[in-house]
T-cell receptor, first 114, second 109 residues
């Protein structure tokens, strides 16, 4: 049973560039959430996708956008990168609407902005 | 005040010790409470999941929730060097997780 997979594992970009991160959810899951984890901090919620629509959004600017595909996989896009966007980006998958919904995380994409 | 506060670390204990990790929260909307373990440069791994006040035990791990005091704890018995990791408390409302800052635990052989 494949868990949550993310690509790439590491990425180096320069300020002002754009980046796309990818996520495939755990088998049987239909909901994808994205989190940003800065060094020494807990993950912060960016947004959540279900049925190809953004369902919830955290306190992140519009430079952060996403997409979900019919196969439930998802992309996170960040435009006009800032130094402060350097972080571990985590994807979590779950099954929508379950009472005891549990989120399972991938290993993340480490983004460095120079 | 942050929604979730976690006791600061780092924490270093000898092998075999009992470890107590604690978080407090302020948002009454939180309904589900979790502990995740995170190894360096890896994603968080779900350790314990509970939704009611009281204790939940799984092997050497016990999760405790006190909703009236807005306080959760994770106890690790007979700690092992392999337990060395960062432990994150997380709380859920409306499918969104809010995490504590995390505490790094080191278990010395």
């Amino acid at each position: 049973d494949a868990g949550v997979t993310q690509s790439p594992t590491h990425l180096i970009k320069t300020r002002g560039q754009q980046v796309t991160l990818r996520c495939s959810p755990k088998s049987g899951h239909d909901t994808v959430s994205w989190y940003q984890q800065a060094l020494g901090q807990g993950p912060q919620f960016i947004f959540q996708y279900y049925e190809e629509e953004e369902r919830q959004r955290g306190n992140f600017p519009d430079r952060f956008s996403g997409h979900q595909f019919p196969n439930y996989s998802s992309e996170l896009n960040v435009n006009a990168l800032l130094l402060g966007d350097s972080a571990l980006y985590l994807c979590a998958s779950s099954l929508w609407g379950t009472t005891n919904e549990k989120l399972f995380f991938g290993s993340g994409t480490q983004l460095s902005v120079l | 005040q942050k929604e979730v506060e976690q006791d600061p670390g780092p924490l270093s204990v000898p092998e075999g010790a009992i470890v107590s990790l604690n978080c407090t929260y302020s948002n009454s909307a939180f309904q589900y409470f979790m502990w995740y373990r995170q190894y360096s440069r890896k994603g968080p791994e779900l350790l314990m999941y509970t939704y009611s006040s009281g204790n939940k035990e799984d092997g050497r791990f016990t999760a405790q929730v006190d909703k009236s005091s807005k306080y959760i704890s994770l106890f690790i018995r007979d700690s092992q060097p392999s337990d060395s990791a960062t432990y994150l408390c997380a709380m859920k409302a409306n499918s969104k997780l809010t995490f504590g800052k995390g505490i790094t635990l080191s278990v010395r052989p």
